[in-house]
């Protein structure tokens, strides 16, 4: 059974683990960038299965308005079971109604996101990172 939780933090370790099983582009081969992203975020739902992570949903909010999601990874073979829509899920009940679930998708995941209730939206601008 697929337990969700939202009092946890895993370890880098782990997080690092469905990252790169789950296909998500991120700077896994730095553990410490990894950490650090995870330190600052103030918004992240897991998923367990037999005390294992396989997924996982990080977001950054002021819990009142807006709320960036800014990572959606589940292990391979657990992928096209429903765990990240209930990861979404759960984030947005955590959120409640009157916050914005705002997200860049990767170009492989532009079809997934439409199937969660997002609308794409034309009238956003990005400045890249340079690494």
Request: aromatic fraction near 10%.
């Amino acid at each position: 059974m697929i337990q969700f939780r939202s009092d946890i933090t895993p370890t880098t370790e782990e997080i690092i683990e469905v990252y790169n099983s789950s296909g998500i582009n991120r700077p896994t081969q730095d553990k410490a960038r990894i950490q650090q992203m995870y330190a600052n975020s103030n918004l992240i739902v897991t998923a367990w299965e037999a005390g294992q992570l396989i997924g996982i949903s990080r977001a950054l909010t002021d819990f009142c308005y807006c709320c960036y999601l800014s990572d959606l990874a589940v292990k391979k073979e657990y992928q096209q079971l429903g765990v990240g829509k209930m990861l979404v899920q759960q984030t947005k009940e955590i959120l409640g109604e009157q916050v914005a679930l705002i997200l860049l998708a990767a170009p492989t995941a532009m079809e997934y996101y439409p199937k969660l209730g997002f609308e794409k939206i034309e009238n956003g601008f990005i400045v890249k990172r340079k690494k």
